[in-house]
């Protein structure tokens, strides 16, 4: 070691400076640098380029309801009733998703107020293994809708997945009839079901519970479809349009009533509420 080297190393303020793994996030679409702090206070959306981030359950939550709402216990299933095994068991990847989550599952509900209007609002968090539906988010998803009806008032379903979770096979595929019915029950009370679409909505979750509602919202620039662009374009042997699948040419083509930036969500669910709410509250 040098002489140099020694005394540089002796000095305390010559040490190396350490900064933290979590100080900068990428923006996915604009790649600019973002500071963490900045992105989180904003709501996970790019100051620069408008692009809406990823939300996690608690987050979405506390975006959209009151202060003090109430968080609904996560119902308990049956965990890999399949004995599911693929390059990993499936309750390996169960422990693997909730040591990076606060939530045993992908599917969350809270019950409160939006703005003093009552709600319970449903998060479908992409997080947890990419918010896919399997027996848990269809018993939470269901649990939610039973309070809204206890409560009579609007049940909101955030969605955000990339469809039926593969380990769990048909018991998986069974919550989308079962989710449907509770929308069904909803609209028999005249309850308001209003659905907001979040960046990725697609597979089985499109095909129930996220395209059954009274009112559809998308977010800004949101990934919302069934199947994906390359099986379609490969079945139809036909290029697709520009922007395909994407909130706004959904809007365009009528499957979605109105996008609406993460700003402005939570006003407009309030007006939304006040337009829908049963006859009897009014």
């Not at 380990?167 to 209003?194: F, H, N």
């Not at 909130?247 to 402005?264: F, I, Q, T, W």
Request: net charge positive; glycine share 8%.
């Amino acid at each position: 070691m040098s002489w140099i080297s020694k005394v540089r190393n002796s000095l305390p303020f010559m040490t190396k400076r350490e900064t933290p793994d979590n100080l900068w996030v990428k923006c996915p679409k604009c790649q600019e640098m973002l500071f963490a702090q900045e992105y989180e206070e904003n709501q996970s959306v790019c100051p620069r380029c408008d692009h809406h981030g990823r939300l996690g359950a608690d987050q979405r939550l506390a975006s959209l309801l009151d202060e003090g709402f109430e968080m609904l216990s996560q119902p308990e299933v049956s965990e890999d009733p399949l004995k599911f095994r693929d390059t990993k068991k499936y309750t390996d990847r169960l422990k693997q998703a909730r040591a990076k989550n606060p939530h045993r599952d992908a599917f969350s509900v809270g019950s409160g107020a939006i703005e003093g209007r009552p709600a319970v609002v449903g998060v479908q968090d992409f997080g947890f293994m990419g918010g896919s539906m399997g027996m848990a988010v269809g018993t939470a998803f269901c649990a939610g809708a039973e309070r809204a009806l206890s409560r009579k008032c609007a049940y909101i379903v955030v969605t955000a997945a990339g469809g039926a979770r593969m380990q769990e096979g048909i018991l998986s595929l069974m919550q989308m009839p079962k989710a449907t019915v509770m929308t069904r029950r909803l609209k028999e009370a005249g309850l308001p079901y209003i659905v907001v679409l979040a960046d990725p909505t697609t597979g089985g979750v499109t095909a129930s519970y996220a395209m059954l509602g009274d009112v559809q919202i998308a977010e800004p620039g949101a990934l919302i479809g069934f199947a994906g662009q390359r099986v379609i374009q490969d079945t139809i042997r036909e290029s697709l349009p520009e922007g395909f699948q994407r909130a706004e040419y959904l809007h365009k083509h009528g499957m979605v009533d109105m996008v609406v930036h993460r700003k402005e969500l939570r006003s407009k669910l309030a007006t939304l509420l006040d337009y829908l709410r049963p006859a009897q509250a009014a």
